[in-house]
């Protein structure tokens, strides 16, 4: 199982949004084909044929947990990484 389909999996099983590296969550979003663009303190994920953006910002060195569970949603409604 590579990293990416245990962050996938981390993130899937929603019990630990809170401890979700901010680095790794953006490598993810680029793996699944995501372009980043960064604005400030912001960096902006968007994806043809994703109708929705992703905005993350640190918290330390996490990712905010609503924004964890933003990616969980967009991961489940357009199938991404392997997942059905």
């Not at 401890?19 to 084909?33: R, V």
């Not at 994806?47 to 947990?65: R, W």
């Amino acid at each position: 199982m590579s990293k990416f389909e245990k962050l996938i999996a981390q993130i899937l099983i929603g019990k630990s949004d809170a401890n979700i590296a901010y680095k790794e969550l953006g490598q993810l979003l680029i793996h699944l084909g995501f372009e980043k663009r960064t604005k400030g303190s912001h960096c902006i994920f968007r994806k043809s044929g994703v109708d929705e953006k992703i905005n993350l910002q640190k918290d330390k060195n996490n990712a905010k947990p609503y924004q964890v569970k933003q990616v969980r949603i967009i991961i489940l409604k357009y199938k991404l990484g392997g997942r059905e």
